[in-house]
């Protein structure tokens, strides 16, 4: 009933920025928390930023200072603004969202199928 859908990963360079971007559609009535999670090869996937829909945020030390979420309630989408790239953020990037449904009791949680993010040095 709700679809999330991941824009905007690719290469990078070490040093250099990306953004992500997260929209999502279907039978939503609202939405609560929205997140980025990665994963990288061998690795368990990871909480990367948080924010509420206060406004909120969150984030991994590995990427405090680096990393921005943002969201534009009024496109129920969510953004990863990801300056000072290195190596280590190469991974699998995945939108996460708090949505209850139109006709729904409470907010279930869903995913993205993911982006792919590959920093090189």
């Known amino acids: 009933q709700v679809q999330l859908a991941e824009s905007g990963g690719g290469l990078g360079q070490a040093g250099g920025s990306l953004r992500l971007s997260c929209a999502a559609s279907?039978?939503?009535?609202?939405?609560?928390?929205m997140a980025w999670y990665r994963q990288a090869p061998g690795n368990q996937r990871e909480l990367v930023a948080s924010?509420?829909?206060?406004?909120?945020?969150s984030y991994a030390d590995s990427v405090k200072g680096r990393f921005t979420i943002s969201r534009d309630n009024a496109k129920n989408t969510v953004y990863l603004q990801m300056n000072s790239l290195k190596p280590e953020d190469t991974a699998v990037y995945y939108c996460?969202?708090?949505?209850?449904?139109?006709?729904?009791?409470?907010?279930?949680?869903?995913w993205g199928k993911g982006t792919l993010v590959t920093v090189s040095s």
């Open positions: 996460n969202a708090e949505v209850q449904v139109f006709g729904g009791f409470r907010a279930d949680n869903y």
């Open positions: 924010m509420t829909s206060a406004g909120r945020t």
């Open positions: 279907g039978r939503i009535f609202r939405i609560d928390g």
